[in-house]
Each structure stands twice: as structure tokens, then as C-alpha cells.
Antibody, heavy 119, light 106 residues
């Protein structure tokens, strides 16, 4: 059974860079046709897709965040990562990692990690 | 970006009631529409994909319909375990976008 697990700091200072890692178990991140994505949810609010990466390294970002986001993949560790720069309080959210195929639903999700931006 | 709007934003129903949630896309998305259920403190769970296909393991009381811009999620008989927030999401094009959610209460 495929499992995804987010990890990283739960507290980040304003103007710094948020860095999270998603570790994939029960399957290879290099499996063809799969994309690996990040989604976030501010407390009490809805879901926002941040971006996705194909195992080959091709990336797709939400234009609203594109200037601050980098998603990368480490196939040797079966992990992919999110970096969000210049964070503000508005970036406080639960961050989820997930798997999908092209034009397909997000069918496997991590449990989520709460990241708070505060000094 | 394709905007997704859901209605109602919340509803209260009784056990056994038929519940309908609607989702509208700002442009045609064919049937690239997915529905998720999210309970407090949990990740979203896929219920319906491609507008009307039931994800494996999801009870048959959940069903989806629609194409183009208008979609519906129906719970045929609301059960005590169904209170949650429900979200639609388009996977037609990036950026993938979600509806604002519908909170279902009993």
C-alpha cells in the first residue's frame, strides 16, 4: 500500500524559506506516469494546489505562488520536496503531499503537516 | 485559471436524507471533475473521479454526475459517518483548482 509522509519544521519565521519533504513508501517515486504534488489548506479554509513534479523532474506550479515555489525530486531517497520562499503569516497552513496522474485525481495523500509562520 | 464554485457552503440534514451538492466550473472541463471528503484533522479522501466513477472502497450511496460546467455529488441516504466537508476539484488543466467546500452536518 502506497504511503506518503510529510516532514519538516512546524514553525518558520517570516521572510524565511519553508522547506518540507514527502517520503514515499510502498512504491517507487520513479514509476512512470505519476506526478507528485503539494497542496495546502490554511486553518479553517479550503484547499489550494501549490505544484506538482513528474518523476523526470518536469514541474508545474500554481501561478499565484510560482515566483516563490520550488518542487524537486530525489529518486535515490524516494522523496520529493517543497521550498516556499519569503513566507508570511498568509502561508500558515496544513501542507499535504499527494500523488496523481495527468488529468487525474489526487488519489494518495499524506496525513498533512501544520506549518505556522510566526516570529 | 478555472474557477470552481460549490453550493451550498453548508447544509444540515437528517440520517436517511438524500443530499445533493453542486459544483460549477467557470469553463468546460469535460468530465475532469473529482470529489473529496474531508473529516476534521484528516487529509481529503477521494470519493468520485472523472465526474461519476466511484473510487474503490467508497460506499455506493455516493454518486456523481455531470459534464461540461455543471456537476453534482449525491449522497442517496445520509449516514451518521458522513458529516464532513466535501470538495470538488478540476483536473482538466493546471493550476488544479478546488471548490470552496460544502460542510455537511447532521
Amino acid at each position: 500500500q502506497l504511503q506518503l509522509q510529510e516532514s519538516g519544521p512546524g514553525l518558520v519565521k517570516p521572510s524565511e524559506t519553508l522547506s518540507l519533504t514527502c517520503t514515499v513508501s510502498g512504491g517507487s517515486i520513479s514509476g512512470s506516469t505519476y506526478y507528485w504534488g503539494w497542496i495546502r489548506q490554511p486553518p479553517g479554509k479550503g484547499l489550494e494546489w501549490i505544484g506538482s513534479i513528474y518523476y523526470s523532474g518536469s514541474t508545474y506550479y500554481n501561478p499565484s505562488l510560482k515566483s516563490r515555489v520550488t518542487v524537486s525530486v530525489d529518486t535515490s531517497k524516494n522523496q520529493f520536496s517543497l521550498k516556499l520562499s519569503s513566507v508570511t503569516a498568509a502561508d500558515t497552513a496544513v501542507y499535504y503531499c499527494a500523488r496523481h496522474r495527468a488529468r487525474s485525481p489526487l488519489n494518495y495523500w499524506g496525513q498533512g503537516i501544520l506549518v505556522t509562520v510566526s516570529s | 485559471d478555472i474557477q470552481m464554485s460549490q453550493s451550498p457552503s453548508s447544509l444540515s440534514a437528517s440520517v436517511g436524507d438524500r443530499v445533493t451538492i453542486t459544483c460549477r466550473a467557470s469553463q468546460s472541463i469535460s468530465t475532469y471533475l473529482n470529489w473529496y471528503q474531508q473529516k476534521p484533522g484528516k487529509a481529503p479522501k477521494l470519493l468520485i473521479y472523472a465526474a461519476s466513477s466511484l473510487e474503490s472502497g467508497v460506499p455506493s450511496r455516493f454518486s456523481g454526475s455531470g459534464s461540461g460546467t455543471d456537476f453534482t455529488l449525491t449522497i442517496s441516504s445520509l449516514q451518521p459517518e458522513d458529516p464532513a466537508s466535501y470538495y470538488c476539484q478540476q483536473s482538466y488543466s493546471t493550476p488544479f483548482t478546488f471548490g470552496g467546500g460544502t460542510k455537511v452536518e447532521i
